[in-house]
C-alpha cells in the first residue's frame, strides 16, 4: 500500500545530512585544509560521498516501488493519494506495512549501504597502500 514511504523518509532525512556534510567538506577546502582533513569517513573517501551512495540507493528503491503502486491503482493523483486512505479501516493495516514491510527494506538497504562502505574503505586502503609500496 505505502511501504515506499519509509525508505522516502530515510532518503530525505540522509539528503539533509549529505548537504550539510558537502557544505563542511567545501568550507574546509576553501579555508585552507588538504584534502585529507576533510574526510571524516577515516578513509580516503569522503563522508558525503558515502552518503551519495545511499540517497541514491533509497531514492532508486522509491521510485521503482512509487511506480509499482501506481501501477496497481494502491497511489492515484488525487487527495487523498492513497487508496488505503479513502476507507478508516485501511488505514491501521497500512500504517502496518509502513512499519514493517517499509522498515525491514530501510534496514536491508542500509545494511547493504554499510558492507559496501566497508568494503569500498578496504579496497581503498589496500590500493593506497600498494600504491605507497610501488614508489
Known sequence: MAC????AAEAIIVTIIKKNEQKKEEAALKNGASASATITSGSG??????LGW?????WGGVFLLAIEHIWHGEVVPWPPFLTAMNNPADIQPML????TVGGSMVLFVTAVWFVMTLVADRIYKKSSALASAAK
Open 4 to 7: 515506499f514511504l519509509a525508505p
Open 45 to 50: 573517501i569522503p563522508w558525503s560521498s558515502k
Open 54 to 58: 545511499l540517497t541514491r540507493m533509497l
Open 96 to 99: 502496518m506495512e509502513i512499519l
